[in-house]
């Protein structure tokens, strides 16, 4: 029998016996491989990832994904059967080269080391797996996010169709249904129309993230091949399941497929379902600016997702142009005062009639807390529930113009929140998503494991669980994009320059000096904050 198979087939439920279990350690000892410890010892012990980084000239450094030989040295290898695929065989250097990489840092000097680099994603000539000792399982986890279906249907295609692969089960509810569910078979006929519905075909949820029963059930189906869709959180589930996996030593790939609207993923550029989401978010936008420029004093308040970070506030707002003020979780901003949001709604509402505010769920928490003193609580996940401050927002609005008798305002408040990610994917998020599950699937049969697939500059790469979940993706306020927001709908922008040089420290991009006289920080005048708070800069770098 091959080591393969044996490696993923169920521990017997006996091996508690210590007779048992020395006869199982035996076996695989004589396949030279790990042995699971018993049951009684299995507990899911937390192993540091350990970073698999190569040099080269020049200061280019590769950052590494794992491969299962790490562990499992004497893997064999076989051609890709790709290559006599008559769909695949005819494109000219259809395979990457082994020595592929992808750039993370796109923009260099002359003098500039090369800097991290990435494996590049794609087909590779030898492959880890044969096609029918595959046994791959696909679970999605977290909030909704357009493009699931898609994902989970190329998966399954894919794998059928360009590496003949059979056997693909769908793991339902997130990561509890490993341990609480059945698995259900998935095939390219049950998957076939799915990406022209919303949601996830499998379900999902968030919390019940036990690594041990999870990889108790991974060994115990006989699985190889994990594709586990999710954000940062499931993403950081999945490096711990990799790290459970690699521990007792099962040839199973596990891989990571970034999902989520807030695009809070970092390292990669965009996450799928990002697009459909901004495209979803302008029907509200647009009908709070009808609504709003349709009565006297109009004001239209737009609540959009967005927990940690203002991506889908931010480029909404851009793609809309109808937007007076975006208030995103990352830049604060006040209410009463000089330069404050009443008086610039005030203002507004003078000078045009009417006004239209985009709120991310996740601004202003702070300002909230305070007015309620109510304790965090969070969700299963461990995810912080937010205060709505869409709702807060629009009392607050309506309380101050009350106190003005000349003053009537007609407000119109409007919260799409789940309208905007419970949709079928658009077009370009279903491309995108194909070719993410094509990558994944490369991978994962060349024998990559502990991964996230993704593109970073245009290029799909393969990236260790470790990026990505460090840190999370957030709108840079010291950034031209968020000065460009601040352009388009000239609104104060609430910073002082405390707060600005705050912003600033998370910034990757080193600070160049300022060519004297030019777009000074200090020098520049205020161009659209009214002074508020003394803050004078964001614009000035908006060229
Ligand atoms: N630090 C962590 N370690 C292990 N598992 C985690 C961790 N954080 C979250 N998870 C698990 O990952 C799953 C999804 O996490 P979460 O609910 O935070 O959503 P997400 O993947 O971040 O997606 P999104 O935030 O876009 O909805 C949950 O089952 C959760 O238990
Ligand atoms: O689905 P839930 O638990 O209501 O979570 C909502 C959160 O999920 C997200 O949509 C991310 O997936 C956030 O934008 C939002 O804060
Ligand atoms: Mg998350």
Redesign the pocket.
């Known amino acids: 029998m091959e080591a393969a198979t044996v490696v993923a087939a169920p521990v017997p439920a006996a091996a508690a016996d210590a007779a048992a279990a020395k006869a199982l350690e035996k076996k695989l000892l004589d396949l030279k491989l790990t042995p699971s410890l018993p049951p009684a010892k299995k507990a899911a012990a937390k192993v540091a990832p350990k970073k698999k980084l190569a040099g080269g000239s020049g200061g280019y450094v590769l950052e590494d994904v794992p491969h299962l030989t790490d562990y499992l040295p004497d893997l064999p290898s076989f051609p890709n059967p790709l290559q006599n695929h008559p769909a695949y065989s005819v494109v000219k250097q259809y395979f990457v080269n082994a020595d592929d990489t992808v750039a993370k840092k796109i923009v260099v000097h002359k003098g500039s080391a090369r800097g991290t680099h990435f494996r590049r994603a794609g087909p590779r000539q030898r492959v880890y797996f044969q096609p029918d000792e595959v046994s791959a399982a696909i679970v999605t986890c977290?909030?909704?996010?357009p493009g699931l279906n898609t994902v989970i249907r190329e998966l399954v295609c894919g794998l059928h169709d360009m590496y003949g692969v059979t056997s693909v089960v769908g793991i339902e509810g997130g990561y509890k249904g490993f341990y609480a569910r059945n698995t259900v078979e998935l095939t390219p006929r049950s998957v076939n129309d799915i990406h022209k519905r919303g949601g996830t075909v499998l379900g999902t949820s968030?919390g019940g993230q036990d690594t041990a029963k999870i990889v108790d059930s991974i060994q115990d189906r006989g699985i190889n091949q994990v594709y586990i869709i999710g954000?940062d959180g499931t993403q950081k589930g999945a490096a711990t399941i990799h790290g459970e996996v690699q521990r007792r030593g099962l040839k199973c790939a596990v891989v990571g497929v970034p999902k989520?609207?807030?695009n809070d993923i970092a390292v990669i550029d965009k996450s799928f379902g990002f697009d459909t989401a901004v495209e979803e978010a302008q029907r509200a936008i647009d009908a709070a600016h009808v609504e709003a420029s349709s009565a006297e004093n109009g004001v239209g308040v737009v609540k959009l997702?967005?927990?940690n970070s203002g991506f889908i506030a931010m480029y909404a707002t851009l793609a809309s142009r109808d937007v007076d003020c975006c208030l995103i979780p990352e830049s604060p901003f006040y209410l009463d005062g000089k330069g404050g949001l009443l008086e610039f709604a005030e203002k507004r509402l003078r000078d045009n009639g009417h006004m239209v505010i985009v709120v991310a769920?996740g601004a202003g928490q702070d300002l909230i807390a305070k007015s309620m003193r109510l304790a965090d609580t969070h969700?299963a996940s461990g995810n912080k529930v937010?205060l709505d401050v869409g709702l807060w927002l629009c009392a607050k609005i309506k309380d101050h113009f009350k106190k003005k008798a000349e003053f009537p305002i007609t407000l119109k408040y409007i919260d799409p929140t789940y309208m905007i990610?419970a949709v079928p994917s658009n077009a370009s998020d279903n491309v995108y998503c194909s070719l993410l599950a094509h990558s994944a699937i490369h991978g994962a049969m060349a024998g990559y494991t502990g991964f996230t697939v993704a593109p970073v500059n245009g290029r799909h790469a393969y990236i260790p669980f470790y990026r990505i979940t460090e840190k999370q993706n957030k709108v840079v306020i010291t950034d031209r994009m968020w000065a460009r927001v601040l352009c388009s709908t000239n609104q104060p922008c609430f910073l002082s320059l405390e707060d600005v040089e705050k912003a600033g420290q998370d910034d990757e991009e080193p600070h160049l000096p300022l060519v004297e006289g030019e777009n000074s920080l200090v020098k520049a005048p205020p161009l659209l904050c009214n002074g508020g708070n003394g803050a004078a800069a964001l614009c000035n770098g908006a060229a």
């Open positions: 977290g909030g909704l996010c968030r954000g989520t609207i807030d997702m967005g927990r769920e969700d937010l990610r």
